[in-house]
T-cell receptor, first 113, second 114 residues
Framework: QQKVQQSPESLSVPEGGMASFNCTSSDRNFQYFWWYRQHSGEGPKALMSIFSDGDKKEGRFTAHLNKASLHVSLHIRDSQPSDSALYFCAARGYGGSGNKLIFGTGTLLSVKP | EAAVTQSPRSKVAVTGGKVTLSCHQTNNHDYMYWYRQDTGHGLRLIHYSYVADSTEKGDIPDGYKASRPSQENFSLILELASLSQTAVYFC?????????????FGHGTKLSVL
């Protein structure tokens, strides 16, 4: 079964620090990736997408994709307590997955004031 | 921003009972989805729909039915609720299906089956 693996499971950073999340897919057909964020008691909300190799920057958030290694990462600089949430990587699959969006298990971020 | 409303926000059901979770979206999206969230499993797709009166199976459809009576409404039905179906359920919508567009999620329904 196609899977999306995330690491670490949880992460704690000080306010103003850098938070980094990793995601690896198990299928080379995964070409398009999203990062979603879920605050406690709410539904997930899309943060940003990345579809091409290299870096994509949106404000304090930077995503990096390496299709050759099937690895995508997300980095948050100048982390704020409001960034404390569950972060999901999601990959769009092909073929056997029916072109569905496959979510990872998430990384829980805690930003300490 | 796209609005997706789920009801109820939480529900306690008895084993073997029937449960219906409802979802309503107001942004004219064609695609709607039901996901289940469990600790350690992330979000898993149960059913989805791209047009009224038609539904498709997702990755974990067993024990669930779906209904799309109109473009705006999408329901998830548990005919015989079981303990293993205790989870948080999220409805989502998008303009196109599983394309490079983002999904808009509701706030979720916490279901406890006792």
């Amino acid at each position: 079964q196609q899977k999306v693996q995330q690491s670490p499971e949880s992460l704690s950073v000080p306010e103003g620090g850098m938070a980094s999340f990793n995601c690896t897919s198990s299928d080379r057909n995964f070409q398009y990736f999203w990062w979603y964020r879920q605050h406690s008691g709410e539904g997930p909300k899309a943060l940003m997408s990345i579809f091409s190799d290299g870096d994509k920057k949106e404000g304090r958030f930077t995503a990096h994709l390496n299709k050759a290694s099937l690895h995508v990462s997300l980095h948050i600089r100048d982390s704020q307590p409001s960034d404390s949430a569950l972060y999901f990587c999601a990959a769009r699959g092909y073929g056997g997955s029916g072109n569905k969006l496959i979510f990872g298990t998430g990384t829980l971020l805690s930003v300490k004031p | 921003e796209a609005a997706v409303t789920q009801s109820p926000r939480s529900k306690v059901a008895v084993t073997g009972g029937k449960v219906t979770l409802s979802c309503h979206q107001t942004n004219n999206h064609d695609y709607m989805y039901w996901y289940r969230q469990d600790t350690g499993h992330g979000l898993r797709l149960i059913h989805y729909s791209y047009v009224a009166d038609s539904t498709e199976k997702g990755d974990i459809p067993d024990g669930y039915k779906a209904s799309r009576p109109s473009q705006e409404n999408f329901s998830l039905i548990l005919e015989l609720a079981s303990l293993s179906q205790t989870a948080v359920y999220f409805c989502a919508s998008s303009y196109r299906g599983f394309s490079n567009e983002r999904l808009f999620f509701g706030h979720g329904t916490k279901l406890s089956v006792l």
